[in-house]
């Protein structure tokens, strides 16, 4: 495999991850948690997501070489 690709990988595991924790945190908000900070991390979550999609489709475009 190569080195870009080995990346790519660890950067979706990576990626998966934070929006895991990410959605956890606006189910179950820490203590201090404003409206604002909540609705700010769900915009977040949004765009990390659709960057994951793209991330997948780049893992899977490789692999179709």
């Known amino acids: 495999m ?3 690709f080995e990346r790519m990988i ?3 595991d990576d990626l998966k991850g934070k929006i895991a924790k990410a959605k956890k945190a606006i ?3 820490p203590y201090g948690s404003d409206t604002e ?3 700010l ?3 977040q979550v949004t ?3 659709n ?3 793209v991330l997948e ?3 899977l475009h490789e692999e179709s070489k």
């Open 2 to 4: 190569q080195k870009f």
């Open 10 to 12: 660890v950067e979706r």
């Open 27 to 29: 189910k179950n908000p």
């Open 37 to 39: 900070g909540l609705n």
């Open 41 to 43: 991390l769900s915009e």
């Open 47 to 49: 765009h990390m997501e």
């Open 51 to 53: 960057y994951l999609a």
């Open 57 to 59: 489709k780049r893992i």
